[in-house]
C-alpha cells in the first residue's frame, strides 16, 4: 500500500495555537478572576457604553461625562456587555484579544525572518505565556495594550504597506488605537511614526504629516474633553497626578495617593477640590524630589526590579514558602529570556539585521526608559514580553546549534594530518 504523504495545510498549525490561546484564557481568567485596581472604573464605562448612557462612570443618572480613561478599552469591553454584564463578559473579550496577540506574534516571527518551525514556537510560547495569559481575568486595558502595540510594530515597521497612502490610513487607525488605550503610548506612536518616515524615504513636510496622522485620535479625544468636561486634556489631570505622586513613593497606600482615589471614581468631581488636589500632588512630588531623592531612588529600582521580574499569575500574591520558590523559579526563566534576546540582539546587529532588530526592540526600550522615569508597574511591560518573543526563540535555536555543532567537531577529533610529500620524494625506490 502507497504511504499518503499528504501534508495539512499551513494555516492548520498555527489556527491551532490560536485556538489552544483562547480557551487556555478562558481557563485561566476563570480560575483567577480579579475585581480591584483599575478594572471597576474600565468595566463601568464599558456598562454605560453598552446601554448606551455615553462615556461615564456614573451609576445612574445623569450620566456626566467622564474622561479619567482613555475609550478604546471600554468600548472593546462594550462589545461583551452588549450581551451581558457578567465576568465571563470581560473574560471572553480578553480571551480574544490575547488569540489575536499569539496571531500577531506568529507574523511578527515570519517578518523579521525566522523560519516556519522557530514561527511556531513563539507562537506557541506567547499562547502559554503565564504572565500575560492570566490578565484574561482582570477588565484592565493590558489585555488591549499587547495586541495593539503588536499590530501597530508589525504594519507601521516590520510589513510596512507598499503603497503611501496604506501607510497613512491603516498606520493612522493603529496608532489612534494604541494611543487611545493607554496615554504613554503618544509618545511611542510620534516615535514610530518617525522612524517609518525615514525609512520611507519621506521628505520633511510628509513626514510631518503622518506624525501629525498619528496623533489625530488623540487630537479628536482632547477636543471631545474640551467640549463634554470643559478641560482641555487627554485625560483627567487627577490621574496624572495619581501617576506622578506613586511614581516619587511606589506605596499606593500611603498619602497622597491614597486620598485621588475617591474622586477619581467620582462621576464628578468640584473646581476647588480638583484644584486642591492638585496643589498637593504638586507640592508633594517637589518636596519627595527636593529632600527625599535617596528615597525616591531606592523606591524606583525596586518596582522597576518587580515589574520587569513580574509575578508568574497577575493578581496572585506570593507569601508562602512554596510560592516564593515558584516566583524565583519564574524570575529565573525570565531572566534568562532576556540574557537570551540580549546575545541574539548582539547576533542580529553584526548580521546585518538591524532594521529588524530596531522594529522589535523599539517598543521594549521605549517604556524601560518610560518607566525609569515614571511609574514603573509589570503590567506596563507586558507588551515588551510578547513581542521579543522571537528574538528569544531565534536566540536559544542558534546557541542551542552552535553548541551541538561544537561538540560533534569535538568528538569526531581533529581531523588527519596530510602526508609528507616531501619526505616520499627525498627517499630513493628500491628497484
Given at each position: 500500500m502507497a504511504e499518503d504523504t499528504r501534508r495539512s495545510p499551513e494555516w492548520v498549525a498555527p489556527a491551532a495555537i490560536v485556538l489552544f490561546a483562547f480557551f487556555f484564557r478562558l481557563f485561566l481568567g476563570r480560575t483567577f478572576t480579579y475585581f480591584g485596581g483599575d478594572a471597576p472604573q474600565y468595566s463601568r464605562l464599558g456598562k454605560n457604553?453598552?446601554?448606551?448612557?455615553g462615556y461615564s462612570l456614573a451609576h445612574a443618572a445623569p450620566?456626566?461625562?467622564s474622561d479619567v480613561r482613555l475609550p478604546a478599552y471600554p468600548a472593546v469591553l462594550a462589545l461583551g456587555y452588549?450581551?451581558?454584564?457578567?465576568?465571563?463578559?470581560?473574560?471572553?473579550?480578553?480571551?480574544?484579544?490575547?488569540?489575536?496577540?499569539t496571531y500577531l506574534v506568529w507574523l511578527i516571527a515570519k517578518g523579521v525572518g525566522l523560519s516556519r518551525t522557530r514561527s511556531l514556537w513563539s507562537m506557541g510560547i506567547a499562547a502559554v505565556l503565564l504572565s500575560t495569559a492570566t490578565i484574561a481575568g482582570i477588565a484592565q486595558s493590558e489585555s488591549l495594550?499587547?495586541?495593539?502595540?503588536?499590530?501597530?510594530?508589525?504594519?507601521?515597521?516590520?510589513?510596512?504597506?507598499?503603497?503611501?497612502?496604506?501607510?497613512?490610513?491603516?498606520?493612522?487607525?493603529?496608532?489612534?488605537?494604541?494611543?487611545?488605550?493607554?496615554?504613554?503610548?503618544?509618545?511611542?506612536?510620534?516615535?514610530v511614526a518617525m522612524v517609518a518616515a525615514r525609512r520611507a524615504g519621506l521628505k520633511l513636510l510628509a513626514s510631518v504629516a503622518l506624525v501629525v496622522c498619528f496623533v489625530l485620535g488623540s487630537a479628536a479625544w482632547t477636543l471631545r474633553n474640551e467640549v463634554q468636561v470643559h478641560r482641555v486634556e487627554l485625560v483627567d489631570r487627577l490621574m496624572t497626578d495619581g501617576v506622578l505622586v506613586s511614581s516619587v513613593n511606589g506605596n499606593l497606600a500611603a498619602f497622597p495617593y491614597r486620598d485621588f482615589g475617591v474622586p477619581l471614581r467620582a462621576p464628578q468631581v468640584a473646581p476647588a477640590e480638583r484644584a486642591h488636589l492638585n496643589h498637593i500632588a504638586d507640592t508633594y512630588v517637589k518636596n519627595r524630589l527636593e529632600h527625599h531623592l535617596p528615597a525616591v531612588v531606592q523606591s524606583k529600582v525596586k518596582y522597576f526590579?518587580?515589574?520587569?521580574?513580574?509575578?508568574?499569575?497577575?493578581?496572585?500574591?506570593?507569601?508562602?514558602?512554596?510560592?516564593?520558590?515558584?516566583?524565583?523559579?519564574?524570575?529565573?526563566?525570565?531572566?534568562?529570556a532576556y540574557l537570551v534576546a540580549i546575545i541574539n540582539s548582539r547576533i542580529w546587529w553584526r548580521s546585518g539585521r538591524k532594521r529588524q532588530l530596531v522594529s522589535?526592540?523599539?517598543?521594549?526600550?521605549?517604556?524601560?526608559?518610560?518607566?525609569?522615569?515614571?511609574?514603573?508597574?509589570?503590567?506596563?511591560?507586558?507588551?515588551?514580553?510578547?513581542?521579543?518573543?522571537?528574538?528569544?526563540?531565534?536566540?536559544?535555536?542558534?546557541?542551542?546549534?552552535?553548541?551541538?555543532?561544537?561538540?560533534?567537531?569535538?568528538?569526531k577529533g581533529p581531523p588527519p594530518a596530510p602526508a609528507d610529500d616531501r619526505l616520499s620524494e627525498?627517499?630513493?625506490s628500491r628497484p
Amino acid at each position: 500500500m502507497a504511504e499518503d504523504t499528504r501534508r495539512s495545510p499551513e494555516w492548520v498549525a498555527p489556527a491551532a495555537i490560536v485556538l489552544f490561546a483562547f480557551f487556555f484564557r478562558l481557563f485561566l481568567g476563570r480560575t483567577f478572576t480579579y475585581f480591584g485596581g483599575d478594572a471597576p472604573q474600565y468595566s463601568r464605562l464599558g456598562k454605560n457604553l453598552a446601554a448606551g448612557h455615553g462615556y461615564s462612570l456614573a451609576h445612574a443618572a445623569p450620566y456626566l461625562a467622564s474622561d479619567v480613561r482613555l475609550p478604546a478599552y471600554p468600548a472593546v469591553l462594550a462589545l461583551g456587555y452588549i450581551f451581558s454584564h457578567s465576568a465571563w463578559s470581560f473574560i471572553i473579550v480578553n480571551s480574544v484579544l490575547g488569540a489575536v496577540s499569539t496571531y500577531l506574534v506568529w507574523l511578527i516571527a515570519k517578518g523579521v525572518g525566522l523560519s516556519r518551525t522557530r514561527s511556531l514556537w513563539s507562537m506557541g510560547i506567547a499562547a502559554v505565556l503565564l504572565s500575560t495569559a492570566t490578565i484574561a481575568g482582570i477588565a484592565q486595558s493590558e489585555s488591549l495594550s499587547i495586541p495593539a502595540v503588536l499590530a501597530f510594530v508589525y504594519v507601521v515597521l516590520i510589513h510596512p504597506p507598499a503603497k503611501l497612502w496604506a501607510l497613512f490610513v491603516f498606520g493612522s487607525l493603529l496608532a489612534w488605537l494604541l494611543a487611545l488605550t493607554r496615554d504613554e503610548m503618544l509618545f511611542f506612536v510620534v516615535i514610530v511614526a518617525m522612524v517609518a518616515a525615514r525609512r520611507a524615504g519621506l521628505k520633511l513636510l510628509a513626514s510631518v504629516a503622518l506624525v501629525v496622522c498619528f496623533v489625530l485620535g488623540s487630537a479628536a479625544w482632547t477636543l471631545r474633553n474640551e467640549v463634554q468636561v470643559h478641560r482641555v486634556e487627554l485625560v483627567d489631570r487627577l490621574m496624572t497626578d495619581g501617576v506622578l505622586v506613586s511614581s516619587v513613593n511606589g506605596n499606593l497606600a500611603a498619602f497622597p495617593y491614597r486620598d485621588f482615589g475617591v474622586p477619581l471614581r467620582a462621576p464628578q468631581v468640584a473646581p476647588a477640590e480638583r484644584a486642591h488636589l492638585n496643589h498637593i500632588a504638586d507640592t508633594y512630588v517637589k518636596n519627595r524630589l527636593e529632600h527625599h531623592l535617596p528615597a525616591v531612588v531606592q523606591s524606583k529600582v525596586k518596582y522597576f526590579l518587580q515589574s520587569v521580574f513580574p509575578v508568574p499569575i497577575y493578581g496572585v500574591s506570593y507569601v508562602s514558602t512554596s510560592d516564593l520558590l515558584g516566583r524565583l523559579v519564574w524570575s529565573l526563566i525570565t531572566l534568562a529570556a532576556y540574557l537570551v534576546a540580549i546575545i541574539n540582539s548582539r547576533i542580529w546587529w553584526r548580521s546585518g539585521r538591524k532594521r529588524q532588530l530596531v522594529s522589535i526592540l523599539i517598543f521594549p526600550v521605549f517604556i524601560l526608559i518610560f518607566e525609569l522615569i515614571f511609574d514603573p508597574q509589570a503590567r506596563f511591560v507586558m507588551p515588551a514580553d510578547v513581542i521579543i518573543l522571537p528574538l528569544v526563540v531565534d536566540g536559544f535555536a542558534t546557541i542551542v546549534g552552535n553548541e551541538r555543532a561544537k561538540w560533534a567537531t569535538a568528538k569526531k577529533g581533529p581531523p588527519p594530518a596530510p602526508a609528507d610529500d616531501r619526505l616520499s620524494e627525498a627517499t630513493p625506490s628500491r628497484p
